[in-house]
């Protein structure tokens, strides 16, 4: 099993900073990939970022230029630094992880809340 636990979350206001981690657990050694998603209120939970151990990195396009994702393998942690933050980007932000980039990935944490005002 692996347990996912985020934190980092915060109220923040525009324009501002936050650092997100996701600590792992467990079984890690199958954690190719692990990734962000954020859900708004009322609006499904979307993608925001994605690291493969390999080193390849995805972003949603809303964050691109503005939040890096990155992973320490020795630390089975990874975080996400969320630059010039809009209010846009208010959301439960949850850490996901799995074995595969384009599949299913089967494990979740419980989710850390970020709010930015305007």
């Known amino acids: 099993q692996v347990q996912l636990v985020e934190s980092g979350g915060d109220l923040v206001q525009a324009g501002g900073s936050l650092r997100l981690s996701c600590a792992a657990s467990g079984s890690t050694l199958s954690l190719n990939v692990i990734g962000w998603y954020r859900q708004a209120p009322g609006k499904q939970r979307d993608l925001v970022a994605l690291v493969g151990s390999g080193g390849g990195i995805n972003y949603a396009d809303s964050v691109k230029g503005r939040f890096t994702i990155s992973r320490d393998n020795a630390k089975n942690t990874v975080y996400l630094q969320m630059n010039s933050l809009k209010p846009e980007d208010t959301g439960v932000y949850y850490c996901?992880?799995?074995?595969?980039?384009?599949?299913?990935?089967?494990?979740w944490g419980q989710g850390t809340q970020v709010t930015v005002s305007s």
């Open positions: 996901n992880a799995g074995s595969t980039w384009y599949g299913r990935r089967p494990y």
